[in-house]
């Protein structure tokens, strides 16, 4: 069984600083990657940042050069720096992993999600 914790989401003005966190726990054998997710109700979720074990990280257009994605702890772990936030940028904000645990093959998992709103 694998768990994602997330936390770091709040109330943030225009301009400010959040960063979200993800820690892994469970029975993981390895990560191979660990990203940031966002969801608007009523739209698709969309990636927003994505590191993997290899060390590349893409992320997308509306985020470039006002977020960062680093992973910790043996990978297990992975944080998002959040700069210049922006009224768009408020969504619910979902950590996910490409996980392999024994006996089994790599799946995905996700964390339950932390609010993150800024206000304009």
């Known amino acids: 069984q694998v768990h994602l914790m997330e936390s770091g989401g709040g109330l943030v003005q225009a301009g400010g600083s959040l960063t979200l966190a993800c820690a892994a726990s469970?029975?993981?054998?390895?990560?191979?990657?660990m990203a940031w997710y966002r969801e608007v109700p009523g739209n698709q979720r969309e990636l927003v940042a994505i590191?993997?074990?290899?060390?590349?990280?893409n992320y997308a257009d509306s985020v470039k050069g006002r977020f960062t994605i680093s992973r910790l702890n043996a990978n297990n772990a992975v944080t998002l720096q959040m700069n210049s936030l922006k009224p768009e940028d408020t969504a619910v904000y979902f950590c996910?992993?490409?996980?392999?645990?024994?006996?089994?093959?790599?799946?995905?998992?996700w964390g339950q999600g932390t609010q993150v709103t800024v206000s304009s």
């Open positions: 590191k993997r074990d290899s060390g590349t990280a």
């Open positions: 996910n992993a490409l996980i392999r645990v024994p006996a089994g093959s790599a799946d995905y998992y």
């Open positions: 469970g029975s993981i054998i390895r990560t191979y990657s």
